[in-house]
């Protein structure tokens, strides 16, 4: 997201919502612009350097060893182990990942949400009743096995059992696309099921943890956005056409699937209120200019229907999926585009100032503290339903506004004729001051 002096406003790149490695998956600002791969990637190799420059820490836990590096040394031997223990078939479970597909590239506009989401909760069901079959014991047991060590390690830091998720994803990838040779639909749909049902075990233990920061990420950022509470739809420049009933009906509805991410657990079921969210806005945007929305026009939006929404735990929920959710699906797709530009503004609240709302620095200022109010007026369509008390506020509102200039001019006013009298009081003193010095006033005494 780019900010230019020239041209004030909300402008984005497709470019810049990518990897910057040159993946061409989507980046997240919580990997520093990377996608999930390419960060695990720079992470380890530098786990490697640090071994490299410290060899003497390598055998120990408080020696200078890195924790993850540590972590994940022993997650490699427990894999190591498990290989042994089992047959030759089930050795692959552990083995090295392939290379993901490239992701196809994601037009601007969005269509309505897939059938397959809608159908997710049917699959999860039949999934869940097919891990009964003695086919399906293996997995049954690999996940439980996964959830019980992973919530018995009250030691690991929330970075470290993000690590130990990802790399259970990787082997069980593995698993169905080197060993049952799935296709990559059936995978996709067994990943999505086995990430329900750990994430779902584990959510208490690794949303928002006491060893992270994100409560108070997230009080801050509910605490910014409640100062951003005057910021229109115009100051923006979103298209959206609120005097629009239909415009508006998608706002609340976008809005009320940002707030319903709060209340999921699985990371899927959250990307999947922000896609719908997306979706409402797209809605929104093509009802308000009867045309496909551009990448700027979606990201002004977005910002807008947080600003107004002020979504619970924002970034709690940022960082949960960001941390457990399996790494396809921020990397490619449509849930993919919608977290990242979901990412990208809420960077843009934290640093919204007043050329990217067209706004002078002392007007900003004003608005921020309190001391100025935008004029808001009541859609039409409202006003047309006959409402006598919507009616009585539309009058009010002209009348307090009306009243807002008349002050205004009263007190510039006021404040001429102060230093007109100034300026009279400073003149009169120094005239009688030249008198006197002209004019010396003396006394005679009398003599006796």
């Given amino acids: 997201m780019s900010l230019k002096p020239e041209r004030r406003g909300i402008h984005v790149d497709q470019s810049e919502l990518l990897c910057k490695d040159g993946c061409g998956y989507y980046g997240n600002p919580a990997w520093q612009g990377c996608c999930s791969k390419c960060w695990?990637?720079?992470?380890?190799?530098?786990?490697?350097?640090?071994?490299?420059?410290?060899?003497?820490?390598?055998?120990?836990?408080?020696?200078?060893?890195?924790?993850?590096?540590?972590?994940?040394?022993?997650?490699?031997?427990?894999?190591?182990?498990?290989?042994?223990?089992?047959?030759?078939?089930?050795?692959?479970?552990?083995?090295?990942?392939?290379?993901?597909?490239?992701?196809?590239?994601?037009?601007?506009?969005?269509?309505?949400?897939?059938?397959?989401?809608?159908?997710?909760?049917?699959?999860?069901?039949?999934?869940?009743?097919?891990?009964?079959?003695?086919?399906?014991?293996?997995?049954?047991?690999?996940?439980?096995?996964?959830?019980?060590s992973l919530q018995g390690r009250r030691d690991l830091t929330v970075e470290q059992q993000s690590d130990h998720v990802q790399d259970f994803y990787q082997s069980m990838a593995t698993h169905f696309t080197d060993f049952t040779g799935y296709p990559s639909?059936?995978?996709?749909?067994?990943?999505?099921?086995?990430?329900?049902?750990?994430?779902?075990?584990?959510?208490?233990?690794?949303?928002?943890?006491?060893?992270?920061?994100?409560?108070?990420?997230?009080?801050?950022?509910?605490?910014?956005?409640?100062?951003?509470?005057?910021?229109?739809?115009?100051?923006?420049?979103?298209?959206?056409?609120?005097?629009?009933?239909?415009?508006?009906?998608?706002?609340?509805?976008?809005?009320?699937?940002?707030?319903?991410?709060?209340?999921?657990?699985?990371?899927?079921?959250?990307?999947?209120?922000?896609?719908?969210?997306?979706?409402?806005?797209?809605?929104?945007?093509?009802?308000?200019?009867?045309?496909?929305?551009?990448?700027?026009?979606?990201?002004?939006?977005?910002?807008?229907?947080?600003?107004?929404?002020?979504?619970?735990?924002?970034?709690?929920?940022?960082?949960?999926?960001?941390?457990f959710c399996?790494?396809?699906?921020?990397?490619?797709?449509q849930a993919g585009y919608c977290f990242t530009n979901l990412c990208c503004a809420v960077t843009f609240i934290e640093k919204l100032d007043a050329p990217a709302l067209n706004l002078t620095h002392e007007e900003f200022d004003q608005y921020m503290r309190g001391q100025r109010a935008p004029v808001r007026r009541i859609p039409p369509f409202l006003l047309q339903e006959g409402c006598p008390g919507l009616k009585q506020m539309q009058k009010n509102q002209e009348l307090l506004t009306e009243l807002h200039a008349r002050q205004d001019k009263i007190l510039m006013e006021a404040k001429r004729f102060e230093k007109e009298l100034n300026e009279w009081t400073m003149s009169i003193s120094s005239q009688v001051e030249e008198i006197i010095a002209k004019f010396p006033l003396t006394s005679s005494v009398s003599k006796m």
Avoid at 64 to 72: C, D, L
């Fill in 40 to 148: 695990r990637e720079r992470t380890r190799r530098q786990q490697q350097k640090n071994q490299k420059d410290h060899p003497q820490a390598i055998g120990g836990r408080n020696d200078g060893t890195s924790p993850t590096s540590y972590i994940f040394s022993k997650f490699e031997e427990k894999k190591s182990s498990e290989k042994a223990r089992r047959a030759n078939t089930v050795r692959k479970l552990f083995g090295s990942s392939k290379q993901q597909s490239k992701p196809e590239n994601v037009a601007v506009h969005l269509s309505s949400v897939p059938s397959t989401q809608q159908s997710r909760s049917s699959d999860f069901s039949e999934f869940l009743k097919s891990l009964r079959k003695p086919s399906s014991q293996l997995i049954q047991n690999r996940c439980l096995s996964f959830i019980e």
């Fill in 326 to 333: 399996h790494p396809n699906r921020l990397m490619m797709g």
């Fill in 185 to 323: 639909d059936r995978s996709d749909k067994m990943m999505d099921n086995i990430e329900k049902m750990i994430m779902t075990q584990l959510y208490k233990s690794v949303f928002c943890p006491d060893t992270s920061d994100d409560e108070q990420k997230d009080l801050l950022i509910q605490k910014r956005i409640r100062m951003l509470h005057w910021v229109t739809a115009e100051m923006l420049r979103t298209p959206l056409c609120e005097e629009q009933s239909e415009v508006n009906d998608n706002i609340l509805s976008a809005i009320t699937a940002i707030i319903e991410m709060d209340s999921k657990r699985a990371p899927q079921d959250k990307l999947s209120c922000i896609s719908r969210c997306s979706n409402y806005i797209f809605k929104a945007i093509q009802v308000s200019r009867s045309s496909p929305a551009t990448a700027d026009d979606f990201l002004s939006s977005l910002i807008y229907v947080v600003l107004k929404a002020n979504p619970p735990r924002l970034q709690s929920n940022i960082q949960y999926i960001t941390r």
